[in-house]
C-alpha cells in the first residue's frame, strides 16, 4: 500500500494537475460509468463537536474505487493548531478489493474544489470573460481564485467579503499573477464580473438577482449542506444550472432552496459532465446566466487522491506499506 502524507501533497499535485482527473471523473458520471455512494454524515457529540462521515464511489472508466474519510472539528485551530477541517483518502483495488492508498485529503479537497469550479469556467464562461468576480475570502477561496485565473485571459479581480480584511489575501493571489485587485460592494462586483464565484459559508444568501447581469458565469461552491446558501433561489430560475450531481445539487447544494421553493426542478439542472461529454451544448447564447453548482462528490477526491499517488510513484517519492 502506498502512503501520501498530507504534508506531501502540495508539492505533488499543483492545481493544474488537479483539473484533468476532476474533469475526466465528471465526464464519466454523465456517461453512467462512475457512482457516487451515498454520503454518511454524523454528528460526534461531545465536547468536540465534530461531524465525521464518508465520501465514497467507483469510477469505473479510472478504475478507481474508495472514500475520503473525515469532517470537520470545530475547536482543532484553538485547541490544538490543527486545521478544523480534517480527511483521508483510501483508495482499493477494484478487482480484490486490497487496499492500495493512503493519501492526505485536507489539500486534495481544496485542489479539487478549485478544479471543479475551474471547470466549469472552461465550458460554461464567455470566451470574452475579462473580469472575475470573488464573493468569500475564507480558506478555499485563495485556491478558487488561483484555478479560475487559469481558464480566461482575466484583466482584473474584484471581491466581496464579510469581512473586507481578509480580501487582501486574494488581492496577493491576484497580484502574483500580474492582475488588478479591488474591494467591491455586491452591486459592483455583479455589475462588473463576467465570472463569479461564491465560496462562503453563509445559510442566507448573499448575491441577490437583481445583482447579476446577463451573460454571467457563477461557480456557487460554499453550498454543500442543507440549509446553506450563497444566492438569491429567484437567480437559479432567471439561470441556466448545471452541478456536478443532481441528486446532491438538490439537497445539499445551492439548487436545494429553488427546488423547494418550486422554482426550478431537478430535470432543469444538467450535469457538467453531459456538456464535457458534447452530449449537452452548455452556453447557448452571450447573454445567458450560467450556474455551477459544485456540490462535491467523493469521486473528486478519489480522481485526485489517484493523480497523487501516480505523481508520487512517478517522482519516487512513494512510500510502500506492507498491508
Ligand atoms: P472558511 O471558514 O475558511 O471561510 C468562510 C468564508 O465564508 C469567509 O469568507 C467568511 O467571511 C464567509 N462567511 C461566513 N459566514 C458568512 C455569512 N453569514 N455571510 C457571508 N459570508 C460569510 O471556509 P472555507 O474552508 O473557505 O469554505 C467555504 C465554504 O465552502 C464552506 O461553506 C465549505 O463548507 C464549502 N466547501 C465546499 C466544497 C465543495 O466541494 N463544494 C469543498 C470545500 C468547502
Not at 447579476?212 to 460554499?222: K, N, S
Not at 433561489?233 to 432552496?257: K, M, N, Y
Not at 449537452?280 to 455551477?292: C, E, N, V
Request: aromatic share 6%.
Amino acid at each position: 500500500m502506498i502512503v501520501v502524507p498530507e504534508a506531501a501533497c502540495p508539492s505533488l499535485l499543483s492545481l493544474d494537475d488537479a483539473f484533468a482527473p476532476v474533469e475526466a471523473v465528471f465526464a464519466a458520471m454523465a456517461r453512467g460509468d462512475a457512482t457516487n455512494f451515498p454520503v454518511v454524515r454524523e454528528a460526534l457529540g461531545g465536547a468536540e463537536e465534530a461531524l465525521y462521515g464518508f465520501k465514497g464511489g467507483y469510477d469505473r472508466a479510472g478504475a478507481t474505487l474508495g472514500l475520503k474519510a473525515g469532517g470537520y472539528w470545530p475547536h482543532n485551530l484553538a485547541h490544538r493548531q490543527l486545521t478544523n477541517h480534517q480527511s483521508t483518502v483510501f483508495l482499493f483495488d477494484p478487482e480484490t478489493g486490497r487496499p492500495t492508498a493512503m493519501v492526505g485529503g485536507n489539500y486534495l479537497t481544496a485542489a479539487r474544489t478549485a478544479a471543479a469550479s475551474s471547470v466549469s469556467i472552461k465550458h460554461l464562461a464567455r470566451p470574452d470573460a475579462r473580469v472575475l468576480g470573488m464573493v468569500g475570502a475564507g480558506h478555499q477561496a485563495v485556491f478558487q481564485l488561483r484555478a479560475a485565473l487559469r481558464q480566461r485571459p482575466f484583466e482584473r479581480v474584484v471581491g466581496w467579503n464579510r469581512d473586507p480584511d481578509r480580501l487582501s489575501r486574494l488581492a496577493e493571489v491576484a497580484g502574483e499573477a500580474g492582475l488588478p485587485f479591488e474591494a467591491v460592494s455586491l452591486d459592483r462586483l455583479g455589475a462588473e464580473a463576467d465570472v463569479i464565484v461564491t465560496i462562503a459559508s453563509s445559510f442566507a444568501p448573499i448575491l441577490a438577482a437583481a445583482q447579476v447581469r446577463p451573460g454571467t458565469h457563477l461557480a456557487c461552491m460554499g453550498t454543500d449542506t442543507k440549509g446553506k446558501q450563497e444566492v438569491d433561489s429567484t437567480l437559479l430560475a432567471r439561470a441556466t444550472v448545471f452541478t456536478d450531481e443532481i441528486a446532491q445539487s438538490v439537497t445539499i447544494g445551492e439548487a436545494q432552496h429553488a427546488v423547494a421553493a418550486g422554482l426550478i426542478r431537478a430535470a432543469d439542472i444538467t450535469p457538467l459532465g453531459a456538456v464535457i461529454n458534447g452530449t449537452h451544448p452548455g452556453r447557448a447564447s452571450p447573454d445567458q446566466i450560467t450556474l455551477f453548482d459544485g456540490t462535491g462528490v467523493g469521486l473528486q477526491d478519489l480522481a485526485v487522491a489517484a493523480r497523487v499517488v501516480a505523481l508520487a510513484k512517478a517522482a519516487g517519492l512513494a512510500a510502500e506499506v506492507a498491508f
